[in-house]
């Protein structure tokens, strides 16, 4: 039997309902008269459940698992680790030195640009949306151990 | 009526205040910029500028977040028919006729009828949301609980059975919305539910990061910029005129998208999106030559331009009247009236009467700025398509990090953005929609919470829902839409949104 792409989605949504059903377990269901906190999400799980055995049913419908394309996962992967770090040193550092590293790193890791370009751009536009925002918009940017 | 006139009249001397018209502005032009940037659609731009909203007035605010979220559909259409990539969701259906078009030199004439359609079917539903908003108000005070749960049931069950995704798949996004929008404190009771310790999880998940992490980062991560097109065809400005033929095959089509748009607009789901792919569809239906849809069909352009603008419109009649958000784009404006303490819902018409008639009005100065606007000043639009991809997306990265942030001053509600953009990489390649499930979190709390008073009232009988008038005929469309939906499913029949949605991937893979 070929792995289809619903297998493995409908897989995944009734792995998320049982995880749901395990997770409420502490939560009371109460009855009809006077519904308890777990009432609707156990509804809920068991709908996904249901739902996700029909997408494996009908899982010959879709395409095989190995024609699913990922030849921008490299691309995503390396967005999502440069972003991750980014958001780790946000409140650390501050709006205005994390966001020139994090455009800096994304153009010259990912996007292979030159390092004086990418240097001008990222403090370019985060400074200048600093200023927009801290001056023209006073809404006030994460401040960094210098107070900025 | 003459209190609807005296009404608008209190709206449009807010409206027309010199920094009121300011906003709606400002808030159009940035929303015809994220219509026609690819990768950023209406839902991310709100929520990634709403913190821009927080030095502003309620009006100022709900006028700037508006104007944006029209302004989108005004800006979709132009790189679906210069470039024929649509710049959000909704240009999805003009990608095809409006580029037909362009390559046999018509691109200024698909342009300049997308815009006054656009126009037509936005000005038409700001008139009659001014005439049927107040006293859909004043009915809406009699819905009990039973009637919002029958109309929340009706949204999703709608927005599942108009997908041209498959309804199953659909169902799954809305369970899952759903889902995630009981993580926290339970309203009712006070228990914790899913939040794992994290204090930051007590309020639950935020609209913001889910909508901005899915639709914004969930864009970029599937977009490499090597894959960013650059083909763009820029019309002169003296060719921006349509024919008086051109002139004849657009009337009809736009007539009909007026009224098909704001009509589904008013119903929940994803309105504008909906509405363009059901206008196009009928459109060939009634076409004397439907062949010619694909290759260039005037009304293949005028009538789903027409419809989302329409419905987008619409979708502010349950908005301002019931307190219903019917999309997610509408779920992100209640939460800015509210972050500047206005509740949305049947007394905001008696209660803050400027925000309600000054908004309303706004729309009426919005519009006529976005055609003034959009016609004159394509080419300038047309050069922002020419940064490079790669200098683009930092950018929006930086700007959705910020957006997060801002809203709760919360590093774990951005690191919900990074997890939900991962998640929509994740639902594209499995051809997911994640429209339904922001909508099913939008709707979560509503639901559950209406859901549990009805049974409640009714000591536990859920025939409550089918005893009162207003919930009976709202569960009675949604049995029917299910039946219908079934029917299809089981016989495995080829009907209209299956045609769509194969023309809608076959668009996608062009």
Known sequence: ?148 | METTLHSLYLGFSVALQPANAWYAFLGCLVGTLVGVLPGIGPLAGISILLPVTFGLNATQAIIMLAGIYYGSQYGGSTTSILMRIPGEASSVMTCIDGYAMAKKGRAGAALCIAAIGSWIGGTFGVLVLTVVAPPLATIAIRFGPPEYTALLVLGLIFLAYMSSSSLIRTLLMACLGLLLGMIGIDNMTGHFRYSFNLAELGDGIGIVPVAVGLFGLGEILSTPSADAVKDIITPRLRDLLPTRKEWGEAAMPITRGTLLGFIIGIIPGSAHVISSFLSYALEKRVSKHPDQFGKGAVAGVAGPETANNAASTGAFVPLLALGIPTSPITAVLIGALMIHGVSVGPTLVNEHPDVFWGFVASMYVGNLMLLALNLPLVSVFVTVLRIPYAYLYPLIIMFCIIGVYEVNNSIVDVWIMLIMGILGYALRKFDFDPAPLVLGLVISPILEQSLRQSLIMSNGNYFIFFTRPISLSLMMISITLLALAAYAFVLKRTDWRTRLAKAEAGEAEK
Not at chain 1, 7 to 14: C, L, M, N, S, T
Not at chain 1, 72 to 81: F, G, N
Not at chain 1, 107 to 129: D, M, N
């Open chain 1, 1 to 148: 039997m070929t792995l289809r792409a619903d297998h493995v989605a409908g897989a995944f949504f009734i792995g998320l309902g049982l995880l749901v059903i395990a997770l409420s377990g502490d939560l009371p269901t109460g009855s009809l008269s006077m519904p308890g906190s777990g009432f609707l999400p156990k509804i809920v799980a068991v709908m996904a459940i249901f739902f996700g055995a029909v997408l494996v049913a009908r899982a010959k419908e879709s395409k095989a698992f190995a024609e699913l394309t990922w030849s921008d996962a490299k691309h995503a992967a390396l967005v999502v680790a440069i972003t991750a770090a980014g958001i780790a040193l946000f409140e650390p550092l501050g709006f205005l030195t994390t966001n020139v590293l994090l455009i800096f790193a994304l153009l010259a890791i990912i996007e292979r640009r030159q390092v004086l370009p990418a240097t001008g751009y990222s403090v370019g536009v985060v400074v200048t949306t600093y200023v927009l925002f801290v001056y023209v918009l006073k809404t006030p940017l994460e401040p960094g151990p210098l107070g900025f």
